[in-house]
């Protein structure tokens, strides 16, 4: 996977998602860049932009007052062309054609998938740097963003509390998070959510109910159930129903969709990005292919890129039961 020549001119993509932070990672990998004198391209729409060919030189200037915007000012896109027969070859074609010697992808477990195999290919060499609010990618304790989303998604259930403890009424609310938890637990514990639904974790109508019953008779005046999108028993619309058709209570439904996904990166986010985006481009500088950067307890980590999609990063057990007893 390393190899000894040292790269010239990289390309930076954003993939997948967008995610706050993005901009900041982007910003750092230009200037980073520009210490180490190799030329950035900016390879707008993610792969798809390999394909249409769309690039942009980017030197230090054309990155200013982008590290507290949300989004992702090289714009991003889900490539279907990627996963087709010759797919790779061709994005490696318009990589070479370019002059372009090392890629940067930021983004999420689809995008390191398209990553591993252009890594593989062989012809350009290739790092990841983790950016999705789902905090779902192996490699990594953090992900770019998602802090940021976890904190606007808290930010709405505080203000839910608020009309659901005046109306009495319990709340679901749903938080994006694809297939994985993450999302739903941190912010349903910061926000002290008596419930927290997560696809790890096999969901009980008859729980839900009997802690709602439970929350009314010890003088609860809101249940906030936190309910992350991939849950096995639906989303909040199809456990809101069934839990209300149960207990014959008013509820009422948040789905906070993609509002999540936007907005002026935290303080947090801004570091990681800054940091991860460094360390890609030193990565690169070093001769190093076919790995995602990231921060595993708190030190910078390399891990080969298809162990970032092949592994399961693990939630921490203990986190639900503290759920519970905080709860109560
Ligand atoms: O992966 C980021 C994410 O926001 C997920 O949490 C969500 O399931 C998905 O993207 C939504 O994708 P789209 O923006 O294509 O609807």
Redesign the pocket.
């Known amino acids: 996977m390393n190899a000894a020549a040292k790269v010239k001119r990289i390309g930076v993509l954003t993939s997948?998602?967008d995610a706050p932070g993005m901009n900041a990672c982007i910003r750092a990998v230009v200037r980073c860049g520009a210490s180490h004198n190799l030329e950035v391209i900016g390879i707008r729409r993610g792969y798809k932009g390999l394909f249409a060919k769309d690039f942009v030189e980017l030197g230090p200037r054309d990155v200013a007052n982008i590290i507290q915007r949300g989004g992702t000012f090289l714009e991003t896109a889900?490539c279907e062309e990627m996963k087709m027969p010759g797919g790779v070859e061709k994005a490696a074609l318009s990589l070479r054609e370019r002059g372009i010697d090392g890629l940067i992808t930021i983004g999420?477990d689809g995008t390191f998938r398209g990553a591993t195999a252009l890594a593989e290919a062989g012809d350009v060499k290739v790092i990841g740097v983790p950016g999705?609010?789902?905090n779902d990618v192996y490699g990594s304790d953090y992900t770019i963003g998602f802090d940021t989303a976890m904190n606007t998604a808290l930010d709405a259930i505080d203000k839910i509390r608020d009309t659901a403890s005046s109306l009495q009424r319990p709340f679901f609310i749903e938080v994006?998070?694809?297939a994985r938890g993450f999302l739903a637990l941190g912010v349903g514990i910061a926000g002290g959510a008596e419930e927290i639904l997560i696809p790890e974790v096999e969901t009980s109508i008859e729980a839900i109910c009997e802690a709602i019953r439970h929350n009314i008779a010890t003088g609860k005046k809101s249940s906030i159930i936190v309910v992350a999108?991939g849950d096995d028993a639906g989303g909040a619309i199809q456990i809101a129903r069934q839990v209300g058709e149960q207990m014959g209570i008013e509820y009422r439904i948040c789905i906070l969709g993609?509002v999540q996904?936007g907005g002026s990166p935290t303080a947090r986010d801004r570091i990681l990005a800054s940091k991860l985006g460094n360390m890609a481009v030193q990565a690169l500088y070093q001769g190093k292919s076919g790995y995602m950067v990231g921060e595993v307890g708190g030190r910078e980590a390399l891990t080969p890129l298809e162990d970032t999609w092949r592994l399961s990063k693990e939630l921490s057990p203990g986190l639900l039961q503290m759920v519970k007893v905080l709860a109560t």
């Open positions: 997948g998602g889900r999420g999705t609010i789902d994006m998070g694809k999108e993609h996904r």
